[in-house]
């Protein structure tokens, strides 16, 4: 297996070499140059694996030779070890809906999924190969804190994270910034989370400062992190449907940086039966506006409850762009040259129409959120983040959706608290959080603080 630029400036590379690469040196994403294809044989033989099983099975082909299987087979092991839940990823009934719960890793998002065994895959690398490997990303909330618990006081890896101050809620950053470990660097970003994600963007567009400091990214541009979610779409899919391949299933997806989904829709294109992929969004609605009307058109970032969706420039959204363009790493500069010209990229038509034969979407107000989270637990006593109340709300007109409940509300309980009058009792891993010291540096939204910040820690080190 190989891996190619969506711009079509990155000649073919392995597995590794695309984990550790991050961002394309081009400045686009990695993809696979062929995606494996899933037999009804084989979906009904993986119906009744255990979810680590499962991960082996989905994950072999896009590894290639670069880990052996039986090495691969304990990395997953050891990554899911640390999951609360035997089947790391189950599905809950409440209310009449199902709910398939991501939030039983170590920091209560579903993050921890992909961001658990990404930190064991760069650590594995390193002590194979050699080398140093700074980690460099920008988090809405969850990214951060599942990214420095998959590498903290690991050796050889240093990880610089960046979140918009004020804009991530108190649990989310205290998960952070208490972690003291002398390779973890919380920086707060006086701005936006799409400021965060420029700066980051930018510093890895520099191939010499990158070069020179080992960079490294843990965002959703990392392609790990998209193939290590599509393994519970398989799961959720063998759960309800026992290996049935006439059985569809569709999902609603709260998704702020198009990650999440994307990694359902590669579930289907390789051969999952999913019927629907409900795009799920809050006022940032840009993917919601681009499913209806085909118009990509950057907007205000709004703050919200549900903050890990506060996003306008969904990173993973060029790769469904270079799929839904043929794979033309040239038309995908052309439409990349407009948004960047004008704020916006429009597709044609018959474009369109595979857009929204690919996707529903639907945006849903924080006053929807508090109404959804306040019926459920009135009905269930189910408490949902808000950001899986805005995926029920986004499918209520169709109920048998299988909704990805994305956090442990324990994250959220200013939401929680508004809409229930109580707060969510939290997991082991986020009691005593707000009691313990932290660690944190305040920055502006500028290259040149970010950069003078990164060569004065490794100075240091």
């Given at each position: 297996m190989h891996y190619i630029s969506t711009r079509g400036g990155v000649a073919?590379?392995?597995?590794?070499?695309?984990?550790?690469?991050?961002?394309?040196?081009?400045?686009g994403l990695l993809v696979p140059e062929r995606l494996p294809q899933v037999?009804?044989?084989?979906?009904?033989?993986?119906?009744?694996?255990?979810?680590?099983?499962?991960a082996l099975e989905i994950m072999t082909p896009f590894v290639g030779g670069d880990i052996p299987r039986s090495?691969?087979?304990?990395?997953?092991?050891?990554?899911?070890?640390?999951?609360?839940?035997?089947?790391?990823?189950?599905?809950?009934?409440?209310?009449?809906?199902?709910?398939?719960?991501?939030?039983?890793?170590?920091?209560?998002?579903?993050?921890?999924?992909?961001?658990?065994?990404?930190?064991?895959?760069?650590?594995?690398?390193?002590?194979?190969?050699?080398?140093q490997l700074n980690i460099v990303g920008a988090t809405s909330g969850d990214t951060g804190s599942a990214a420095i618990y998959g590498v903290r006081g690991k050796p050889r890896i240093n990880i610089f994270i960046l979140h918009p101050k004020g804009r991530v809620s108190p649990v989310q950053e205290r998960q952070m910034t208490t972690v003291l470990d002398a390779n973890v660097h919380n920086i707060a970003v006086r701005g936006t989370f799409d400021d965060c994600q420029h700066l980051v963007k930018t510093l890895f567009r520099d191939l010499d400062f990158k070069a020179r400091h080992s960079l490294g990214a843990v965002n959703s541009i990392n392609w790990l992190r998209i193939l290590a979610q599509t393994v519970y779409y398989f799961y959720a899919w063998g759960q309800i449907s026992g290996g049935d391949t006439a059985r569809q299933v569709s999902f609603a997806v709260p998704t702020g940086n198009f990650g999440d989904v994307f990694a359902g829709w590669l579930a289907r294109r390789m051969g999952l039966p999913i019927d629907r992929l409900v795009i799920a969004t809050n006022r940032n609605d840009i993917l919601a506006r681009f499913v209806a009307d085909g118009r990509y058109a950057k907007g205000e970032v709004f703050h919200t409850l549900s903050p890990a969706m506060d996003i306008q420039v969904a990173s993973n959204f060029e790769r469904y762009l270079y799929y839904l363009l043929d794979q033309d790493p040239g038309a995908v500069c052309a439409k990349l040259a407009d948004l960047e010209a004008t704020g916006q990229l429009d597709v044609d038509p018959a474009q369109l129409r595979q857009v929204q034969a690919d996707f529903a979407a639907a945006a849903v107000s924080d006053?929807?959120?508090?109404?959804?989270?306040?019926?459920?637990?009135?009905?269930?006593?189910?408490?949902?983040?808000?950001?899986?109340?805005?995926?029920?709300v986004a499918s209520r007109d169709a109920p048998e959706t299988v909704v990805l409940a994305t956090a442990h509300p324990a994250k959220f309980n200013e939401a929680v608290r508004e809409a229930i009058g109580r707060e969510a009792p939290p997991p082991p891993a986020l009691e005593g959080l707000m009691d313990k010291p932290v660690r944190c540096t305040e920055l502006g939204a500028s290259d040149a603080e970010l950069r003078a910040h990164i060569d004065a820690a490794l100075a240091a080190i």
């Open positions: 073919p590379v392995g597995f590794a070499e695309a984990l550790m690469m991050g961002l394309g040196t081009d400045g037999d009804a044989d084989c979906l009904r033989a993986w119906s009744d694996l255990s979810f680590q099983a499962l090495h691969l087979a304990r990395l997953i092991d050891r990554s899911y070890a640390s999951f609360s839940h035997p089947a790391v990823t189950p599905l809950r009934e409440a209310a009449g809906r199902t709910y398939l719960e991501l939030f039983h890793g170590p920091t209560a998002a579903f993050k921890d999924v992909a961001l658990q065994l990404l930190g064991n895959l760069f650590e594995y690398f390193l002590e194979r190969d050699g080398g006053a929807q959120t508090l109404a959804q989270i306040r019926s459920t637990y009135e009905t269930s006593g189910y408490i949902l983040c808000p950001h899986t109340a805005v995926g029920a």
